[in-house]
């Protein structure tokens, strides 16, 4: 089996295989999977006492710069979390963008009110969906993926995406490629072993040549100075089909895992893409699905994506033209997330969503992952966040280890 077999046999299970543990717990213990009619009673059993908001701070490694399409992304956001407190003094907490003013009508409620084992939170309770499957973990003592079904595995490949165009920064002496190895060499250090590099130089940061030569050089770099380590590209579009397939061919023999977003997604541009990718022996997957061009007029099954736009996914992914949906994560939403990845599966399509720039979004999607499977890998945010506790995971050997920790196993602090 080689690396990237490995890696796709992971996503589907098949490498990990499932098991039945009992989940660490101080009051209950629940076996995995969880069973739905106990957990419903106990659910019940607890009333929404009190709901916290606060604001977090994200703190990145370090400055992160440009992609082909944004300016400088900064050294981390600030976001709020909501705290859901029980009668029972069982807390759960996540992020939420929800105003204090629409939550406080769930005070009072049962929380198998506002959230189902099986279906996840109730569409009128969203804006906590995830603060309450992190409570609903801690009231039943398990952790979320075991709440989803635990039907994916527990370590997942995971890749750095904050590897931007540092080789252009500081902009009054940038550092060339040496640039984008030093910040590969930082989270190498953190215990990545996957990075995605930002490409697309030349959409409007450089001349367009000078830009492709750029990403090509910065490509082989990375490639040859961690040979056991997954490449990931990310485009954000600023490709056009033509250079795409330049840039492919220059960059042939570094076994790309991914190419995300190339250019704005259409089946022409793909279907010929795919053709020469096949013509020069690139492997790399085609990730694509995160932008959004017009938002859904009402939040349905795929979010706040619409329906136009899941369609058009869904026919590339029928004629294998789009391999992986890298659709967002808060976009779709969690509940959602594990409602769709049956559908993905059957259409033979893997996902990644997407979780940048957020660093608790990573751990979410690494539950999920493990809850329902079909991720094939999830992208990681180096980093830490003022007052969060984000040990009870590990990164070995390039994969993130989900945790039975109650919850979502992170602690604030
Ligand atoms: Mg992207």
């Keep these: 089996m080689d690396r990237r077999e490995f890696l796709q046999a992971m996503a589907f299970g098949c490498v990990a295989g499932q098991e039945t543990v009992n989940a660490g717990s101080t009051e209950q213990k629940v076996s995995i999977p969880v069973n739905s009619k106990f957990a419903r009673k106990l659910l019940s059993e607890h009333r929404i006492q009190k709901i916290?908001?606060?604001?977090?701070?994200?703190?990145?490694?370090?400055?992160v710069g440009r992609n082909a399409r944004l300016g400088h992304h900064g050294r981390g956001g600030q976001y709020q979390i909501s705290i859901l407190i029980t009668d029972k003094g069982v807390r759960g907490w996540g992020m939420s963008h929800g105003p204090d003013e629409q939550v406080k009508k769930f005070v009072g409620l049962q929380v198998s009110?506002?959230?189902?084992?099986?279906?996840?939170?109730?569409?009128?309770?969203?804006?906590l969906d995830i603060p309450l499957h992190d409570l609903a973990g801690a009231i039943l003592g398990a952790p979320v993926y075991a709440l989803l079904g635990a039907k994916g595995p527990r370590k997942l490949p995971i890749y750095s995406g904050a590897i931007y165009f540092d080789d252009l920064d500081p902009e009054d002496k940038p550092r060339g490629i040496?640039?984008?190895?030093?910040?590969?060499?930082?989270?190498?250090?953190?215990?990545?072993?996957a990075f995605k590099l930002k490409i697309g130089r030349g959409f409007k940061w450089m001349p367009r040549e000078e830009g492709i030569k750029r990403d090509i050089e910065v490509t082989r770099a990375v490639r040859e100075k961690y040979p056991d380590c997954l490449i990931l590209v990310d485009a954000n579009d600023g490709y056009t089909c033509k250079d795409m397939m330049r840039?492919?061919?220059?960059?042939?023999?570094?076994?790309l895992f991914w190419v995300e977003e190339p250019f704005p997604e259409n089946r022409d541009d793909l279907l010929k893409l795919k053709e020469h990718m096949a013509k020069i022996g690139c492997k790399a997957l085609i990730a694509d699905g995160e932008t959004r061009t017009e938002r859904s007029e009402k939040w349905w099954r795929y979010g706040g994506y619409s329906q136009r736009h899941i369609d058009t996914l869904?026919?590339?992914a029928e004629e294998k033209l789009v391999d992986v949906f890298v659709l967002d994560l808060g976009i779709v939403g969690f509940t959602n997330w594990r409602r769709i990845m049956p559908e993905l599966e059957q259409s033979g399509v893997k996902a990644s969503p997407h979780t940048w720039?957020?660093?608790?979004?990573?751990?979410?999607v690494a539950q999920l992952a493990a809850g329902v499977g079909n991720v094939i890998i999830v992208e990681g945010i180096p980093g830490k966040t003022e007052g969060v506790?984000?040990?009870?995971?590990?990164?070995?050997?390039?994969?993130?280890?989900?945790?039975?920790?109650?919850?979502?196993?992170?602690?604030?602090?």
């Design 357 to 364: 720039g957020w660093i608790p979004r990573p751990f979410y």
């Design 389 to 413: 506790d984000y040990s009870a995971y590990k990164l070995v050997n390039g994969q993130i280890v989900v945790p039975d920790e109650p919850g979502f196993g992170l602690k604030l602090v």
């Design 314 to 316: 869904f026919a590339l």
């Design 178 to 193: 040496e640039g984008v190895l030093t910040s590969c060499q930082q989270d190498y250090e953190a215990g990545y072993r």
């Design 52 to 63: 916290e908001t606060r604001l977090l701070q994200d703190r990145y490694p370090r400055l």
């Design 247 to 255: 840039y492919l061919s220059a960059v042939a023999d570094c076994d």
């Design 113 to 127: 009110e506002l959230f189902d084992i099986e279906e996840g939170t109730n569409e009128d309770a969203l804006l």
